[in-house]
């Protein structure tokens, strides 16, 4: 039997201890996000890993502060805004002790050709979605995610929105400013694609109920394959986080409750959003 001298034990030993910490080793990553054409700051805009499901997102300066792990730091960190291209920066290259600057390409949507002739009769009036007065239950999220309705467009008219309502229960911070998104349907995965409402458009309610918003000055067209209409909680100030008692355990939320309702399961059409998850079928 071969024996080990003493001291190369312990040498083992602290190697090893070395190794199990260097894991735990915890890095801060801070930023700014702005437009590579007009150095403008972009407020609002969200940084993920998605293979981790991790996420964070810029304040109303365009800021953001995210902390990894030494295991992250071979990943890729995934930038996004509303009408700019993503961008994707491996977190080497990030320095640690300093604020990092990353610019977005705005998009560049093409024109689309309009026909204006003029108006014979009247026009048709159609209210599409969960609009049944009855509310049971609801959802309370955190900030930065999203809860997205399929709207059908059964019988492939052409229909403009003109407006877009969310039922904002009582409970909650009923007045939190949040962000509308209208989406086209991804025709592989059937979840929310790519933007149709390119602008961006945060609103706040006033009180609790149905809040209706006007959007008819966009012309959004629905498509034959319908679109969704999706309610963004955004982070704006800190008086809007609050607590809930679930099971005697405190659950900290952030912003308002949207109304839901029960449906069939074959006709199910709420999608839900989280950072670093992509869209789950809710």
């Known amino acids: 039997m071969h024996i080990i001298p003493i001291k190369l034990k312990i040498l083992i030993i602290a190697f090893l201890f070395c190794s199990l910490s260097s894991l735990c080793q915890e890095y801060s990553i801070s930023g700014l996000i702005r437009d590579s054409i007009t150095n403008l700051p972009i407020p609002y805009s969200t940084v993920e890993i998605m293979r981790k499901g991790k996420g964070t997102a810029s304040n109303s300066s365009a800021i953001f502060t995210f902390s990894i792990t030494s295991d992250n730091i071979s990943d890729t960190l995934l930038f996004k805004a509303l009408g700019y291209i993503d961008k994707s920066i491996q977190m080497q290259k990030f320095q640690f002790d300093s604020t990092n600057t990353i610019s977005l390409k705005p998009k560049i949507y093409p024109l689309q050709e309009v026909t204006v002739s003029p108006q014979t009769g009247f026009s048709q009036t159609r209210i599409l979605g969960n609009y049944d007065k009855k509310v049971y239950g609801g959802w309370r999220m955190q900030n930065w995610m999203q809860i997205a309705v399929y709207i059908e467009n059964d019988d492939n008219s052409n229909v403009i929105i003109d407006n877009v309502s969310f039922y904002i229960r009582k409970d909650g911070n009923?007045?939190?400013?949040?962000?509308?998104?209208i989406y086209a349907v991804n025709?592989?995965?059937?979840?929310?694609?790519?933007?149709?409402?390119?602008?961006?458009?945060?609103?706040?309610?006033?009180?609790?109920?149905?809040?209706?918003?006007?959007?008819?000055?966009?012309?959004?067209?629905?498509?034959?394959?319908?679109?969704?209409?999706?309610?963004?909680?955004?982070?704006?100030?800190?008086k809007y986080f609050d607590f809930i008692?679930?099971?005697?355990?405190?659950?900290?939320?952030?912003?308002?409750?949207?109304?839901?309702?029960?449906?069939?399961?074959?006709?199910?059409?709420?999608?839900?959003?989280?950072?670093?998850?992509g869209w789950k079928k809710g």
């Open 187 to 238: 025709s592989i995965s059937g979840n929310p694609g790519k933007d149709i409402l390119k602008e961006n458009l945060i609103v706040k309610p006033k009180k609790s109920g149905w809040f209706t918003k006007d959007v008819s000055k966009y012309k959004i067209n629905v498509p034959d394959n319908g679109c969704f209409v999706a309610m963004e909680w955004i982070y704006t100030d800190e």
């Open 174 to 181: 009923p007045r939190t400013p949040f962000r509308i998104r």
């Open 245 to 277: 008692l679930i099971r005697e355990k405190k659950i900290r939320f952030y912003g308002q409750a949207l109304g839901g309702h029960f449906a069939n399961n074959d006709l199910e059409n709420t999608w839900v959003y989280g950072l670093g998850h």
